[in-house]
Structures are given as C-alpha cells and as structure tokens.
Nanobody
C-alpha cells in the first residue's frame, strides 16, 4: 500500500512562494504522482502531475505560469513549487499516486496523502 505524506504548507502573503513536498513510501510501485487542491465546499481539482519514469510533467493552465512539479527519485519525493501565490490559491493541497500511466486523467488517482493547508492572504 503506497503511503504519501505532504509537508510545506502554511500561511503566506499574496505574491509569496511555497514549496510543497510529498514523501512517497513505494516510489517504484506507481507510475504517476499528482498534486490536487480542494477548497471547502468545492470539488477537488487536479493541479499538476509527473510521470515518474520519464519525468514528463503536466500543469493545468490556470497555474502553469506559477507552479512547477518536480521529483527526486533517490529521495522518493515529489515537489510542488508555487510562486506568485494568490488568495485564490488558498486550499488544502493533496499529493496522490496511481499505477495508471494516464497521469493527467484525474480520476485514476487512488492513493492519497492527508493534505497540507495553504493559506494566501491579500
């Protein structure tokens, strides 16, 4: 069973940066890692994905100029670098994993971390 643990969330002012980290227990047993976010009362949305073996990434249009996903395979970590943060980025951020190779198909993710809160003030 893959276990994921997020860290790095916090409170920041608009325009600031945060780097979220996700430790993955069974790195080689999954193909894709992703970052999602959820605002209370709204549906969880996919933000970014990475295909572990080849390192290909995808970031949704709404944040692609500000967010970057990366990995460190040796450390079994995946990161989400978030720059120029806006109040609308405020959400609980989740790391997720899947054995599927369809990394940008958000519904295939079936292993989840507990989440880390990001709060951006204006």
């Amino acid at each position: 069973q893959v276990q994921l643990m997020e860290s790095g969330g916090g409170a920041v002012q608009a325009g600031g940066s945060l780097r979220l980290s996700c430790a993955v227990s069974e790195y080689t047993s999954v193909n894709c890692l992703g970052w999602f976010r959820e605002v209370q009362g709204k549906e969880r949305e996919g933000v970014a994905t990475i295909y572990i073996r080849l390192g290909g990434t995808y970031v949704v249009d709404s944040v692609k100029d500000r967010f970057t996903i990366s990995q460190d395979r040796d450390k079994k970590m995946v990161y989400l670098q978030m720059n120029s943060l806006k109040p609308e980025d405020t959400a609980m951020y989740y790391c997720a994993a899947t054995v599927s190779t369809y990394c940008a198909r958000w519904s295939v993710y079936d292993h989840w971390g507990q989440g880390t809160q990001v709060t951006v003030s204006s």
